[in-house]
Every structure is written in C-alpha cells, then in structure tokens.
C-alpha cells in the first residue's frame, strides 16, 4: 500500500520525507491558503523537487479547461511521470480524466462520495480514485463500505485504478485502510507521526535502555562529582548545613584519616528529633552509633549496585575507591 503524506506545510514535509520510504505527497489550493501560500505555482515547483510524486489540483470548468490547466503546470518544469493532477469528480471532470490519460498523464479523481462517482473515475482510465473518509463519516455516511465496495470493484473489473484511502482523522483510519486493502493512503503528519507510538512498545523500550545501562556502565559513570563527606567530629547543625549545601539527602562521614565511619541520612536526623527532641541537635556526629555502611566500588557495575539496594533496601551506598576511601554516594535515583 502506497502511503502519501497530506500537507502544505513546508516543515513538516521535510520532516516527514526524511523517513525515506513516503510514497509522495497530496496537496491542496485550501492546505496551500491555510499555510499562507501566495506564490503556487513557486510553491508547487519548489515541492516537485523535494517528493517523489507529487499530487496537485488541476482545475477548470470544462475538460479542455483542465487539460490546459494540467499543461501549463507541466510547463513550470513538472516531470509528468512524477506529477498526478487532482480532479474534482464530474461529468467534465472525468471527461478531462480521460483525455490526460490519453496524453500519458497521472490523474486522481477525487472528492468521491458515491461508488457511482467512483465507477464514472475508472471506466475513463484514472490512476487514482479518492473518496474522503473523513468528510463522509462526518456526514453520518458509512465511509468504509465505500471504500471497500470501490476496492471490489478494482479487483473484480481489473481495472487499472489504485483506491486512496483520504480524509485521514485518526490512526483508526490507517488500520481501516490496511483492513480494506486499498491501494493507497495519504495520511497528515500529525497523524503519521502516532502510527508507531504504543504505549507497551514505550515501557518495553525504557527497560532494555534500563536493563543495557545497568549491565554497561559503571557506579563511577553516574555518581554526581561532588563528594558529601564531613569528618565525624563535625556538630549536627554544620553537618545539617553541609547536607543541604550538597543537596543530598545523606552525608558520608569519615575518621581523621578519611576512613568511612558511617553515614547520616535526612531520615536519622528526623527519627533523633521525634526521639530525643531539638536537644537532640547540640551533639556531635561522633556522639551518634554508626553501623558499618554499605559500600560499593567506584568501579563495580551498576547490576552490582541496583542488587545491593534490592537487597539491603537502603536508598544510599557509598561509594569507593581501590583504597577504600569515599569518593562519593549512588541514590537508588541514580539508577
């Protein structure tokens, strides 16, 4: 199934032909006034040397009205095996359908609202029939039976007619389309950009991001440079200061020689308060009982790490160096 983008906008249009794989692209003389388009015919040159097909109108009140239409944009420098004229359906309409075709030029019938609309397009030889989807369901219209009675009718007449599945509101629209089998859809990139996105592909892809940066990458990679240390004969207020000065939530604290005594969090100093009061905070550090701390190496992966906070069920591990000195801390954050 061809896929088209459907758009005026100069942006967006390279944006979405860098995907490599569009079809082409459908435009509109109301696309073009929305965007604030004067220049057209500029603009249509300019768009014919970015896409691999371009779809244009080609408008007029008689077949030879739009036969001379269709010409004078070839004459702009438009390669006629890359540009499909757009025909609005109608008795002069596919009149004009069948004297391009005979001229060897792409042509779309579109603005189809009835399979009779569409039969009239096919008999005169159109490249591309388009009903409006969209418009049609807005109108209450069973849109979709349209389409696959006019996709029946290629298949079963072999006629040498693509159906462009148009009027894209939705990616329920593009599911439709690819149900139906028609040949062809033109989509807005609005709607494009949602046709890969689910909300399991995301959490499956942050996982394996997760689970390969957790296998890869080492503590020393992710711990923050600065190193919340205090000796352990610092006063609790200081060391409180000192807290709030690192923006951590915890405060390593070492010996005369550097050598990890224990570690103080946010959570100690509140259960000290609810326990012994604000008296609590004229002591030293080195008045409080330290535990053994739990310690990793700087150089340890971060699998290491994340197994150990799974299994002490602390939120912070110190982190050393090959001599046993803190060079910082991991929050189970960091991970």
């Known amino acids: 199934m061809e896929l088209y983008l459907d758009s005026a906008n100069l942006q967006e249009i390279e944006e979405a032909f860098k995907l490599g ?15 604030g388009i004067t220049d057209i015919d500029g603009t249509i040159v300019k768009l014919s ?9 080609a408008l007029g009140n008689t077949a030879e009205e739009i036969l001379a239409e269709a010409e004078r944009q070839i004459n702009l ?24 075709r005979n001229k060897g030029y792409l042509v779309n019938i579109h603005l189809v609202y009835t399979l009779q609309q569409a039969y009239m397009a096919m008999q005169a030889g159109a490249t591309y029939v388009c009903p409006l989807v969209g418009r049609l369901q807005d109108q209450g219209h069973d849109a979709l039976a349209l389409i696959e009675q006019c996709v029946k009718a290629v298949n079963h007449y072999k006629y040498p007619t693509k159906i462009m599945f148009s009027s894209v509101r939705h990616t329920e629209h593009v599911r439709n389309a690819i149900n139906l089998g028609v040949h062809t859809i033109t989509v807005p990139w609005k709607v494009m950009k949602q046709l890969t996105e689910n909300n399991l592909t995301t959490l499956g892809t942050e996982q394996f991001i997760i689970d390969t940066k ?26 409180i200061i000192k807290m709030t000065e690192y923006g951590f939530g915890a405060i390593t604290v070492v010996d005369e020689n550097d ?29 409080l009982p330290f535990k053994s701390p739990h310690t ?22 110190i982190v050393v160096d090959d001599n046993n000195k803190s060079v910082g801390m991991i929050d189970i954050q960091d991970i």
Not at 85 to 96: M, N, T
Not at 296 to 317: E, G, R, W
């Open 214 to 239: 957790l296998m890869t990458k080492r503590v020393k990679e992710v711990i923050r440079t600065i190193n919340p240390v205090v000796n352990i004969h610092t006063k609790l207020t200081d060391a």
């Open 77 to 100: 420098g438009l390669d006629p095996q890359k540009t499909v004229f757009k025909i609005p359906v109608s008795l002069e309409g596919v009149r004009a359908c069948k004297l391009l």
């Open 296 to 317: 990793i190496s700087a150089n340890a992966l971060l699998n290491d790490a994340y197994q150990m906070f799974k299994k002490t069920n602390v939120d912070t591990i």
């Open 21 to 35: 794989f569009l079809s082409g692209l459908t435009t509109t003389p109301t696309f073009m006034q929305r965007e």
């Open 259 to 287: 050598v990890v005594k224990g570690i103080f969090t946010d959570g100690d100093l509140r259960r000290y308060i609810m326990k012994e009061g604000s008296n609590f905070l004229n002591k030293k550090l080195s008045d």
């Open 49 to 57: 040397k970015i896409v691999p097909v371009l779809q244009i109108e």
